[in-house]
């Protein structure tokens, strides 16, 4: 079975400048999240799906942060314009969606913004 | 607000010994799961603890779970350098399948 897949791995791009971030999750899994990961610290959400619909983005920054997801499998994290403090890890993950369930990540966008 | 603190932050041993990471939350929460990750790569799902009293085992590691004391433990047995990596552990938000993290728990086990 395949696993959350994100693209790209590596971004570099300087402030004021935008980004997009895209991820496949896992075939079936109904739930993705969109998680910030600041060195050392533990993943921060930023906005969970499921299916097509929005469950929660109260930790979007909505004046510069947006997600979408059509057709509700692939998804695209979008920042502009970016700032200093947005350097960071962006980890996508997903999951069936039951309470059961752990969560399975993917490889990660590791964003540095200069 | 439910918090999620982990203890130690930082753990550095030798090989061959025995260690426990804890994991204390704020409110109640029936599920916790743990996570591993490696320098540079994603998280790693390790344990999934479902219901007061859960353990689970794998390998070196064993994972507990008090829910009326609001603690989660990792057991590290004869700490092998292949386990050197942050651990994280994650509380169910419930209502709407979220975790709440820990700030991890990064893993040093020298030769």
């Known amino acids: 079975e395949a696993g959350v897949a994100q693209s790209p791995r590596y971004k570099i791009i300087e402030k004021r400048q935008s980004v997009a971030f895209w991820c496949n999750p896992i075939s079936g899994h109904a739930t993705l999240y969109w998680y910030q990961q600041i060195l050392g610290q533990g993943p921060k959400l930023l906005i969970q799906?499921?299916?097509?619909?929005?469950?929660?983005d109260s930790q979007l920054p909505k004046d510069r942060f947006s997600a979408e997801r059509l057709k509700g499998v692939d998804s695209t994290l979008k920042i502009q314009p970016a700032k200093l403090e947005d350097s960071a890890v962006y980890l996508c993950?997903?999951?069936?969606?039951?309470?059961?369930?752990?969560?399975?990540f993917g490889p990660g966008t590791r964003l540095t913004v200069t | 607000e439910l918090k999620v603190e982990q203890n130690p932050l930082f753990l550095s041993m030798q090989e061959g010994k025995n260690y426990t990471i804890y994991c204390n939350y704020s409110?109640?929460?029936?599920?916790l799961y743990w996570y591993r990750q490696d320098p540079g790569k994603s998280l790693e799902s390790l344990f999934v603890?479902?219901?007061n009293g859960a353990v689970k085992q794998e390998g070196r590691l064993m994972a507990s779970l008090d829910t009326k004391a609001r603690l989660s433990t990792l057991h590290i047995t004869a700490a092998v350098h292949d386990l050197s990596a942050t651990y994280f552990c994650?509380?169910?938000?419930?209502?709407?399948?979220?975790?709440?993290w820990g700030a991890g728990t990064k893993l040093i086990i020298k030769p």
């Open positions: 603890l479902l219901s």
């Open positions: 994650a509380v169910d938000k419930s209502s709407n399948y979220q975790l709440i």
């Open positions: 409110t109640t929460s029936d599920r």
């Open positions: 799906f499921q299916n097509n619909g929005v469950v929660d």
């Open positions: 993950a997903s999951n069936q969606g039951g309470w059961a369930y752990e969560q399975y």
